[in-house]
C-alpha cells in the first residue's frame, strides 16, 4: 500500500529558530501534497498545497513566509516553521496520494513544541 | 468553500451495540468521502470511503451511506468493540484534491 514517511516525529525548539519537517512518499510519486495542522482535541486544518516544481498553495490566513514548502521533487516535500513562537507548537500532519481514487495517505505527524 | 459538519461530536455506546456519525457538506462538486479512524497521538487512517456514484459501501462491521441530493453521508459501525474507540474524522474532496475534514467524533466503547 501507500507509504508516507514523515520526519521527525517530533521536535522541540527555542522561540525564533527554524524547524523544517521533512514528507516522503516512499513507494509512488506524489505531484502533489498536502500540509495539516492539528491542535489538541480539533479537526485538521489545511494549511497548504504543496506542487511539485511550482509554488505552494497557502490556505486563507495561513502565512506564506513563515511556513516556506518546498517541493523539489515527486517524494519529497518540506515544511519549515521559520522563526517560531509558542504559539506555533501543533501536530503537523502532511498527507498525499497516489491515485485520484485513493484516498489520503498520512505520513506519521511532528509534534513540534516551541519553548 | 466546502463546509463540513459532523454529529455527534462525542459518542459513548457500550460493546456490541451500533455507532452513526452523521456528516453534512455544502459542496455539490464534492464526489469523494473517506473516512479516518485517529486514535490519541497517532496519525488519522483510512477506515473506508465512498463515491459520489455509489449510494453505500459495507467492509465487515464498518459502513458507509451517501445521500448526493440531501448532501450528507453517515458511518455505521455495528458490533462495536472497545478498540474501536477512536476519534473519527469524515471529509469530503473534489477532483481538484483538497480534503475539507469535519470537526471529529470522539466515539467511546464501554466494555
Known amino acids: 500500500g501507500a507509504v508516507v514517511s514523515q520526519h521527525p516525529s517530533w521536535v522541540i525548539c527555542k522561540s525564533g529558530t527554524s524547524v523544517k519537517i521533512e514528507c516522503r512518499s516512499l513507494?509512488?510519486?506524489?505531484?502533489?501534497m498536502f500540509w495539516y495542522r492539528q491542535f489538541p482535541k480539533q479537526s485538521l486544518m489545511l494549511m497548504a498545497t504543496?506542487?511539485?516544481?511550482?509554488?505552494?498553495?497557502?490556505e486563507q490566513g495561513v502565512e506564506k513566509d513563515k511556513f516556506l514548502i518546498n517541493h523539489a521533487s515527486l517524494t519529497l516535500s518540506t515544511l519549515t516553521v521559520t522563526s517560531a513562537h509558542p504559539e506555533d507548537s501543533s501536530f503537523y500532519i502532511c498527507?498525499?496520494?497516489?491515485?485520484?481514487?485513493?484516498?489520503?495517505?498520512f505520513g506519521s505527524g511532528t509534534r513540534l513544541t516551541v519553548v | 468553500g466546502e463546509n463540513v459538519e459532523q454529529h455527534p461530536s462525542t459518542l459513548s455506546v457500550q460493546e456490541g451495540d451500533s455507532a452513526v456519525i452523521k456528516c453534512t457538506y455544502s459542496?455539490?462538486?464534492?464526489?469523494?468521502f473517506p473516512w479516518y479512524k485517529q486514535e490519541l497521538g497517532k496519525r488519522p487512517q483510512l477506515i473506508i470511503d465512498?463515491?459520489?456514484?455509489?449510494g453505500e459501501k459495507k467492509d465487515q462491521r464498518i459502513a458507509v451511506t451517501l445521500n448526493k441530493t440531501a448532501k450528507h453521508f453517515s458511518l455505521h459501525i455495528t458490533e462495536t468493540q472497545p478498540e474501536d474507540s477512536a476519534v473519527y474524522f469524515c471529509?469530503?474532496?473534489?477532483?481538484?484534491?483538497?480534503?475539507?475534514f469535519g470537526d471529529g467524533t470522539t466515539l467511546t466503547v464501554k466494555p
Open positions: 513507494d509512488f510519486q506524489a505531484t502533489t
Open positions: 465512498i463515491r459520489s456514484n455509489v
Open positions: 504543496s506542487n511539485e516544481g511550482s509554488k505552494a498553495t497557502y
Open positions: 471529509a469530503a474532496n473534489t477532483n481538484a484534491g483538497k480534503s475539507t
Open positions: 498527507s498525499a496520494r497516489p491515485q485520484v481514487s485513493y484516498g489520503y495517505t
Open positions: 459542496d455539490s462538486a464534492s464526489n469523494y
